[in-house]
């Protein structure tokens, strides 16, 4: 096929997911079939031709028996009408609406255009050149690895660049981080293309959608991941997957010998997680786990005694059936299936080691076998007719033994019994679309993460290198110690190299330590930095404080004096208050002695004026008359009389009533005034007292509001 029918077969895979609903995935097929037969026109509907000419325009296939399913669904829903008693369609109008998929599909081509250009940028920013024919053909070979069966974040080896996997993880990545419309797009290519993948199995995926009796055995690794301990943090989907198989009623188990190999395996990372010998190409992916959240032995000590329980916890039942290799009526060839894994690995894996391997592939096959003998001679179209499946995340097993078992176990296109997580999840996630999105995109950023580390082929040379560096001296044991363990020197390396093992050259791990050394000094120098800014800062805050303290020290001090020196007017305005109405008593008690001079010498002259009418006008002689008379006559004669006296006896002094009665009466007040204790001096030094406290209170009020603001 060439490229154009390639990237027009990616863009229809990415429509393929617009169109899944949770009804039935071939749906998503159907929406494409129904365009076809729309623009073809076609008087008969026959699926054989039908079949050949989709391939032709869409450049996937569709086989016969789920071409006529496809037929069917349309049929169903009106959107064909089939012959009587033949196996032949014809349209109706309804199928109009299918029309406006074709400008989902040349959208889809622009987003694909979008994405290579995205690609190529990214790749240029890393100093990495590739023209679009190349950046097409490495995007079509990642969208082509992701099968059901084979789903994986490696190109394959038919595109000669080692940095491939590298800058395309990277680039997954940065998608999800900085475009998400592009990021979208992708995860929609994968889902198509697992869609497409799904119409191979169909007869496999099809039928039930309740697992009751089917019991899942599983691998060690699936296991390791559901409790946590996976560097690349794929908890929650195995956390999902167990989670839906158990709500679809499938009973969970593992072999014994897998728990047991689970056992060697924690044993093997209490070992290494805090040696100096450590070496990460020998390392296991727990030990690699355990090392980066910086567990020590008693840790992972801790987790060994409770593995047990903790995978019972998961729901998971540890089963030993009885198994006899060479007597079981079931038995498959081992041998044969054991070499098939071994030259499998040798063709994939440069830095396969048999010795340090051949451990594990015997118990993978031991597992195998056991499927097959727990499966009886039952050969299962079907996966809720499976019985027993064995689940694995080691793609490269799910493979073989499905090889072993199409070869060598006569299975008349059954199902074999080991098939790998995402084949299963898949299943499981197939009626929902959300589901299966939000799955989908954890397993590409898995896949991505996985895929830019640093090789086995890779991280080999970094060990020989630092042991040759510490052998000559260059560098410490400690040293040599960090750089075959740390994470950081992997990311630095995976990074210098873009991933490619020819890339790592003499000097390249003094260069990785040195960018490290530069980095460490850089963040303390901006660390530094930093510090002193934040010194600075705190210095600044506090002499703001301090101001802000004595500023509101004086404010309060001015507002206390403000609140003692109104208290203390307002004592001294009472006291005038009391003062003043002394005063007034005096006053009061003056005008009462007055009144009483004034009554009497009105009673004088009443008197006098009533005598001089009762003797001289009516001519009463009664005895007192002339008495009254002569004292009325003779007492002004005798206050003049003494008025001349006290002249003669005080010289240029007159004797004067007014002043007289004056003096009496200030006397009179002045007594009561002295009784009552007032002080005329004492009023007055008040009344200046108080002026100058208004002055001085109207002054601090402007100066505490200036205080305040």
């Given at each position: 096929?060439?490229?154009?029918?390639?990237?027009?077969?990616?863009?229809?895979?990415?429509?393929?997911?617009?169109?899944?609903?949770?009804?039935?995935?071939?749906?998503?097929?159907?929406?494409?079939?129904?365009?076809?037969?729309?623009?073809?026109?076609?008087?008969?509907?026959?699926?054989?031709?039908?079949?050949?000419?989709?391939?032709?325009?869409?450049?996937?296939?569709?086989?016969?028996?789920?071409?006529?399913?496809?037929?069917?669904?349309?049929?169903?829903?009106?959107?064909?009408?089939?012959?009587?008693?033949?196996?032949?369609?014809?349209?109706?109008?309804?199928?109009?609406?299918?029309?406006?998929?074709?400008?989902?599909?040349?959208?889809?081509?622009?987003?694909?255009?979008?994405?290579?250009?995205?690609?190529?940028?990214?790749?240029?920013?890393?100093?990495?050149?590739?023209?679009?024919?190349?950046?097409?053909?490495?995007?079509?070979?990642?969208?082509?690895?992701?099968?059901?069966?084979?789903?994986?974040?490696?190109?394959?080896?038919?595109?000669?660049?080692?940095?491939?996997?590298?800058?395309?993880?990277?680039?997954?990545?940065?998608?999800?981080?900085?475009?998400?419309?592009?990021?979208?797009?992708?995860?929609?290519?994968?889902?198509?293309?697992?869609?497409?993948?799904?119409?191979?199995?169909?007869?496999?995926?099809?039928?039930?959608?309740?697992?009751?009796?089917?019991?899942?055995?599983?691998?060690?690794?699936?296991?390791?991941?559901?409790?946590?301990?996976?560097?690349?943090?794929?908890?929650?989907?195995?956390?999902?997957?167990?989670?839906?198989?158990?709500?679809?009623?499938?009973?969970?188990?593992?072999?014994?010998?897998?728990?047991?190999?689970?056992?060697?395996?924690?044993?093997?990372?209490?070992?290494?997680?805090?040696?100096?010998?450590?070496?990460?190409?020998?390392?296991?992916?727990?030990?690699?786990?355990?090392?980066?959240?910086?567990?020590?032995?008693?840790?992972?000590?801790?987790?060994?005694?409770?593995?047990?329980?903790?995978?019972?916890?998961?729901?998971?039942?540890?089963?030993?059936?009885?198994?006899?290799?060479?007597?079981?009526?079931?038995?498959?060839?081992?041998?044969?299936?054991?070499?098939?894994?071994?030259?499998?690995?040798?063709?994939?894996?440069?830095?396969?080691?048999?010795?340090?391997?051949?451990?594990?592939?015997?118990?993978?096959?031991?597992?195998?076998?056991?499927?097959?003998?727990?499966?009886?001679?039952?050969?299962?179209?079907?996966?809720?007719?499976?019985?027993?499946?064995?689940?694995?995340?080691?793609?490269?097993?799910?493979?073989?033994?499905?090889?072993?078992?199409?070869?060598?176990?006569d299975s008349n296109n059954s199902l074999p019994p080991t098939i790998t997580d995402v084949f299963l999840g898949t299943y499981l996630w197939l009626g929902d679309p959300v589901k299966i999105s939000q799955m989908n995109e954890q397993q590409i950023?898995?896949?991505?993460?996985?895929?830019?580390?640093?090789?086995?082929?890779?991280?080999?040379?970094?060990?020989?290198?630092?042991?040759?560096?510490?052998?000559?001296?260059?560098?410490?044991?400690?040293?040599?110690?960090?750089?075959?363990?740390?994470?950081?020197?992997?990311e630095k390396l995976a990074q210098k190299t873009l991933g490619n093992p020819d890339a790592f050259t003499d000097s390249t791990t003094m260069e990785i330590l040195k960018e490290i050394q530069d980095e460490a000094a850089e963040k303390a120098r901006?660390?530094?930095?930093?510090?002193?800014?934040?010194?600075?800062?705190?210095?600044?805050?506090?002499?703001?404080?301090?101001?802000?303290?004595?500023?509101?020290?004086?404010?309060?001090?001015?507002?206390?004096?403000?609140?003692?020196?109104?208290?203390?007017?307002?004592?001294?305005?009472?006291?005038?208050?009391?003062?003043?109405?002394?005063?007034?008593?005096?006053?009061?008690?003056?005008?009462?002695?007055?009144?009483?001079?004034?009554?009497?010498?009105?009673?004088?002259?009443?008197?006098?004026?009533?005598?001089?009418?009762?003797?001289?006008?009516?001519?009463?002689?009664?005895?007192?008359?002339?008495?009254?008379?002569?004292?009325?006559?003779?007492?002004?004669?005798?206050?003049?009389?003494?008025?001349?006296?006290?002249?003669?006896?005080?010289?240029?002094?007159?004797?004067?009533?007014?002043?007289?009665?004056?003096?009496?009466?200030?006397?009179?007040?002045?007594?009561?005034?002295?009784?009552?204790?007032?002080?005329?001096?004492?009023?007055?030094?008040?009344?200046?007292?108080?002026?100058?406290?208004?002055?001085?209170?109207?002054?601090?009020?402007?100066?505490?509001?200036?205080?305040?603001?």
């Amino acid at each position: 096929m060439n490229q154009e029918s390639e990237i027009k077969k990616l863009s229809c895979y990415a429509v393929l997911r617009t169109g899944l609903s949770g009804e039935n995935y071939l749906i998503s097929h159907m929406r494409l079939v129904l365009l076809l037969i729309y623009k073809k026109r076609y008087q008969i509907i026959e699926p054989k031709i039908l079949m050949n000419d989709f391939f032709d325009e869409y450049h996937y296939k569709i086989d016969y028996f789920p071409m006529l399913k496809i037929l069917s669904i349309a049929t169903e829903k009106g959107y064909l009408v089939k012959e009587h008693n033949r196996k032949k369609y014809v349209s109706t109008e309804s199928i109009a609406e299918f029309k406006n998929v074709e400008d989902d599909i040349r959208q889809s081509e622009k987003n694909h255009q979008r994405l290579m250009q995205s690609f190529i940028t990214f790749c240029q920013k890393r100093h990495v050149s590739y023209t679009l024919d190349k950046a097409e053909e490495i995007v079509i070979s990642y969208i082509n690895t992701q099968k059901l069966e084979h789903i994986s974040g490696h190109i394959p080896n038919t595109i000669d660049d080692k940095r491939i996997d590298y800058l395309f993880g990277q680039f997954v990545y940065d998608l999800k981080a900085n475009n998400t419309m592009l990021f979208d797009y992708l995860n929609s290519m994968v889902i198509g293309a697992v869609l497409a993948d799904c119409l191979v199995f169909h007869e496999i995926l099809e039928n039930g959608k309740q697992l009751d009796g089917l019991t899942v055995i599983l691998d060690t690794t699936p296991v390791f991941i559901a409790l946590g301990f996976d560097i690349a943090n794929r908890k929650e989907y195995y956390e999902n997957l167990l989670s839906s198989l158990k709500n679809k009623g499938v009973r969970l188990t593992m072999f014994e010998h897998s728990y047991n190999e689970m056992q060697f395996i924690l044993s093997g990372s209490k070992e290494w997680v805090e040696s100096f010998n450590y070496d990460p190409t020998k390392a296991s992916a727990a030990t690699e786990y355990f090392r980066s959240i910086g567990a020590n032995k008693e840790d992972v000590e801790e987790i060994s005694n409770s593995l047990r329980q903790s995978i019972q916890e998961l729901g998971i039942e540890i089963i030993d059936p009885s198994y006899d290799p060479e007597n079981h009526p079931y038995q498959i060839s081992e041998d044969i299936l054991t070499k098939m894994i071994i030259e499998q690995y040798q063709k994939t894996s440069k830095s396969f080691d048999l010795d340090l391997q051949i451990r594990s592939i015997d118990l993978d096959v031991k597992s195998i076998a056991m499927s097959y003998f727990l499966r009886k001679k039952q050969k299962p179209m079907h996966i809720q007719d499976a019985n027993y499946l064995f689940i694995t995340a080691n793609k490269t097993l799910a493979k073989v033994a499905t090889d072993y078992h199409n070869t060598y176990e006569d299975s008349n296109n059954s199902l074999p019994p080991t098939i790998t997580d995402v084949f299963l999840g898949t299943y499981l996630w197939l009626g929902d679309p959300v589901k299966i999105s939000q799955m989908n995109e954890q397993q590409i950023m898995t896949q991505a993460y996985l895929a830019f580390q640093p090789s086995d082929e890779l991280l080999e040379k970094l060990v020989n290198s630092v042991n040759k560096l510490e052998e000559k001296g260059d560098i410490s044991s400690e040293l040599c110690y960090m750089l075959r363990s740390s994470r950081l020197v992997s990311e630095k390396l995976a990074q210098k190299t873009l991933g490619n093992p020819d890339a790592f050259t003499d000097s390249t791990t003094m260069e990785i330590l040195k960018e490290i050394q530069d980095e460490a000094a850089e963040k303390a120098r901006n660390e530094m930095t930093k510090e002193m800014e934040k010194q600075k800062e705190e210095h600044i805050r506090e002499k703001a404080n301090i101001e802000s303290t004595h500023i509101s020290h004086e404010a309060y001090l001015a507002e206390t004096i403000h609140m003692l020196s109104s208290n203390l007017l307002e004592l001294k305005e009472d006291k005038l208050k009391t003062m003043q109405a002394k005063k007034e008593k005096g006053a009061k008690a003056r005008k009462h002695w007055q009144i009483f001079i004034v009554s009497i010498c009105i009673l004088f002259i009443l008197l006098s004026l009533l005598s001089i009418v009762s003797y001289f006008i009516l001519k009463e002689k009664d005895w007192y008359s002339p008495l009254v008379t002569l004292l009325l006559t003779l007492l002004p004669a005798i206050g003049y009389l003494l008025s001349i006296i006290y002249s003669l006896c005080h010289k240029n002094t007159s004797l004067n009533l007014r002043k007289s009665i004056d003096i009496f009466l200030n006397k009179r007040e002045s007594s009561k005034l002295s009784k009552l204790e007032y002080s005329f001096d004492e009023e007055k030094k008040l009344e200046i007292e108080i002026n100058d406290m208004k002055a001085m209170k109207t002054k601090d009020f402007s100066c505490n509001a200036s205080l305040k603001n």
